[in-house]
C-alpha cells in the first residue's frame, strides 16, 4: 500500500448514507476505517471495519488507534453516524434522550476530538459531520431531538472551523433533507418527497457526493452545506 494513499475514517457506515461515503472514498483510492455497531469485515485490504458503540469513548479510542497502527495517519473524518426518534417533544423518555445524545453527539464528540489530534500532528486534515436541515420546522413532523442534537453539531462545525484553521484543519458539515436510506419505509417516500421543493427525496450517494466535494475543496471551511432539495430556503 502506498504512504501517499490518504486516510479516511466514516462512521455509520454499515448501510445508507455510511456506506455511499465509503464507496465514494474508495474510488478516489483513499484507505478506509469503517465503523458501526453491525459492520462486517470487508474482503478490501484497504477497507479496515471496527464495530462498536460510537458514543462509547472506547469505541472511538479503538477507531482511530486501529488506523494509526494500519494506516500510519488519519486525513479525514466522516461523522455520520446518527439516529432519529419521531415523537411529539412531550412523549419523548429520558431513553430517548439519552439515545439521541449518546449517538448524534457524544459519538461526534470522542471520536472527532481524537481525529484532530491526530491530524495535527501533521498539520492537515478535513472532517465532515452529517447533520440535518433543521433550521427551519415542518408543521406535524416531530423534529425537537433532531433540531437539539444536529443543531448543535452545525454550531460546533463554525467553532471548531475557526478554532483549527491555523493548523490547516477543515471543518464542515452536509445537511441533508429526508434521504433514501433504511430509516424510511418505502411506502411513504412519495408523501416525503414532498416536503421538498424539488418534489423528491434525495438519494444517499448525492449526500456522499457533496462529502467527497467537500473534501477536495480545500479552501472551504466552516460550511454547512445544505442537500436538502430546496427545504432549508423555504416552501
Known sequence: MSASQKVVIVTGASQGIG???????????????????????????????????????????????????????????????????????????????????????????HITQLAIAEMEKHGS????????????????????LAALTKGGLNAVTRALAIEYAKQGIRINAVAPGITKTPMHNKEYYEMLGTLHPLGRMGEASEVASAIVFLDSAEFITGEILHVDGGQSAGR
Open 19 to 109: 456506506a455511499e461515503v465509503v464507496k465514494a472514498f474508495r474510488k478516489l483510492d483513499y484507505r478506509i476505517v469503517a465503523t458501526s455497531r453491525t459492520i462486517k469485515p470487508s474482503d478490501d485490504p484497504n477497507i479496515l471495519a471496527v464495530a462498536g458503540d460510537i458514543g462509547d469513548p472506547a469505541t472511538a479510542q479503538r477507531v482511530v488507534g486501529e488506523a494509526v497502527e494500519r494506516f500510519g495517519r488519519v486525513d479525514t473524518l466522516v461523522n455520520n453516524a446518527g439516529i432519529y426518534i419521531g415523537k411529539p417533544f412531550t412523549e419523548n423518555t429520558l431513553g430517548d434522550f439519552n439515545a439521541v445524545m449518546n449517538v448524534n453527539m457524544a459519538g461526534f464528540y
Open 125 to 144: 486534515g478535513h472532517v465532515a459531520t452529517v447533520t440535518g436541515s433543521v433550521d427551519n420546522g415542518i408543521s406535524g413532523a416531530h423534529t425537537a
